[in-house]
């Protein structure tokens, strides 16, 4: 293991606020809820896990050296913990206990019936309406976590779609969280219209980010 040296730890420390925690969160939370779990699409995770405990946890990799956080090859603690975020999501996911145990048993409510926490959608009219909408999150959701991992290659573009998911839309905004200028982003947001191209054409059967134009 490595732990980190003084600067980085002073760096770690000042960056880590609960700002900084609660846009982990967010973006581990609907990372989640973007897939299946013990066959059940945003179902429970394997050992009672949550947002905020992959979050916890992810953290202490980095804080206690099971993960190795170099200030000077990933400046921004926010990507690189976005990164490892990812990766216990997916060892949870591929884990034999997602892939073969099933719950003990369900939280119910007072009804009896199963309880999951929902992000907030808009309400469909009709029992069809209902389920089309589902499908379509299931989808987009799908679709947002695949470009976000295509653009690995561009840290500031994938620092954007990363701002988008939490929320983060408005250049001003986006620019302050990632720390650049605003001018940046509007460049950048120039090569993501040609990322957003290429990702059409390499997933063309699910017509990703489908465009009149393409």
Request: proline share 4%; aromatic share 8%.
């Amino acid at each position: 293991m490595s732990e980190l040296t003084p600067d980085a730890l002073a760096k770690f420390e000042q960056t880590v606020t609960d700002e900084f925690i609660e846009r982990l969160s967010i973006f581990a939370l609907r990372r989640t809820r973007s897939r299946y779990w013990r066959g059940v699409w945003d179902g429970h995770l394997p050992g009672g896990n949550g947002a905020r405990d992959i979050v916890a946890e992810a953290l202490d990799d980095v804080l206690f050296g099971r993960r190795t956080w170099n200030p000077e090859k990933n400046p921004d603690l926010l990507d690189f913990m976005r990164s490892v975020v990812n990766s216990k999501i997916s060892h949870l996911q591929t884990g034999e206990e997602n892939l073969h145990c099933k719950l003990a048993h369900e939280e119910k409510d007072e009804e009896g019936r199963e309880h999951v926490e929902k992000l907030p959608t808009n309400p469909a009219t009709t029992a069809d309406e209902q389920l089309q909408a589902n499908e379509d999150e299931t989808r987009n959701s799908e679709l947002i976590f695949l470009f976000y991992d295509f653009v690995a290659g561009d840290k500031l573009i994938q620092g954007i779609v990363g701002c988008t998911i939490e929320g983060v839309t408005r250049r001003a905004e986006i620019a302050a969280a990632l720390k650049v200028k605003e001018q940046e982003i509007t460049n950048a947001n120039k090569r993501l219209e040609r990322c957003f191209k290429e990702f059409r054409k390499a997933h063309a059967d699910k017509n990703p980010f489908k465009s009149p134009r393409t």
